[in-house]
């Protein structure tokens, strides 16, 4: 840990996107036998069995070459193997455009099934929800996710792409912890995913406190550079300011652990974020409200039943 545990959740942020295949899981729930079983599994599973790979990799690239050597490098393994083993870095390389291309057709399949769901529910078309013949998926919702996919892919820069993807994962993430925190501790009702409580009310301040602690030199720096355009130091203070609240909120209303520890670590990992990715967010998004009140608000299940 050269640049200590606030370098080590800046690498985090930087790599989020890594970690969205995970998530992509559970919007394949209709086309699972027994959901309620088998996505907890598969997505613990696959976490579990992928974070020990990757804490296995970077043991052995950090102990064949120092850290400080893959800065700048876009892919360490070939790196590693390109003066010991030439041949095996080609194998490498290859590996590495094979397995990319497998894991963006992975990303692929979360996006139409997540907007053949708004469709459903009237926030789109109902084009959107348009299931193929044969193959039994979202044929049109896919077809436009890998048109949209792929002109991003060919006109913005790699970096910007995967600081977007990172910041509306974490985003949704957020949304969905916050959302988890309004519904009942244990889901009763058959046919319902179960969802585990931990009484937070005591474990969120102390964990609250000793961030502060940590983090007691950027807090300093943070408040010395307020009404500068140090963005980061901005963000990093509101973060702590809801954060507080969200710690109140627990010890009065003793919110469930995981959810509020879900809700906090995204979103420090959102204030990582460079700013020029902040901006195309919000772009997004208002991108996004438009179509909603152009289209959604008026034809949305919820829009009817009043």
């Known amino acids: 840990m050269p640049n200590g545990f606030e370098g080590v959740l800046k690498g985090v942020s930087a790599v989020f996107y890594a970690y969205i295949g995970f998530d992509a899981i559970s919007t394949t729930a209709e086309e699972c036998k027994n959901p309620q079983r088998d996505l907890p599994r598969s997505m613990i599973y696959s976490l579990v069995i992928c974070t020990v790979l990757y804490i296995a990799i970077a043991l052995v690239l950090t102990g064949i070459e120092s850290y400080s050597s893959f800065d700048g490098v876009d892919d360490p393994l070939a790196f590693v193997f390109e003066k010991r083993a030439p041949w095996i870095?080609?194998?490498?390389?290859?590996?590495?455009?094979?397995?990319?291309?497998?894991v963006l057709l992975v990303f692929q399949i979360g996006q139409p099934r997540i907007w053949m769901s708004m469709s459903r529910d009237g926030l789109l078309p109902k084009v959107f929800q348009k299931i193929h013949p044969k193959y039994q998926t979202p044929s049109f919702s896919t077809i436009i996710t890998g048109v949209i996919v792929g002109a991003g892919a060919l006109f913005l820069q790699s970096g910007l792409v995967t600081d977007l993807t990172s910041i509306g994962t974490l985003f949704a993430f957020i949304l969905v912890c916050g959302g988890v925190l309004l519904l009942p501790p244990?889901?009763?009702?058959p046919g319902k995913f179960k969802i585990p409580y931990i009484n937070g009310r005591i474990i969120i301040p102390a964990l609250y406190i000793l961030f502060v602690y940590l983090f007691r030199e950027?807090?300093?720096?943070?408040?010395?550079?307020?009404?500068?355009e140090a963005y980061q130091e901005i963000l990093f203070l509101v973060f702590l300011l809801i954060a507080l609240i969200i710690t109140i909120k627990t010890v009065q209303k003793q919110y469930s652990l995981i959810p509020v520890m879900g809700v906090l670590t995204c979103m420090y990992l959102l204030i990582e974020i460079p700013a020029?990715?902040?901006?195309?967010?919000f772009i997004w998004m208002a991108l996004g409200l438009v179509i909603y009140f152009l289209y959604g608000y008026r034809h949305s299940k919820l829009a009817g039943e009043k």
């Open 276 to 281: 020029i990715s902040w901006f195309w967010f």
């Open 218 to 228: 950027r807090l300093i720096s943070a408040v010395e550079n307020i009404g500068t």
């Open 186 to 189: 244990i889901a009763k009702e």
């Open 89 to 102: 870095e080609k194998i490498i390389s290859v590996s590495a455009v094979v397995a990319t291309t497998s």
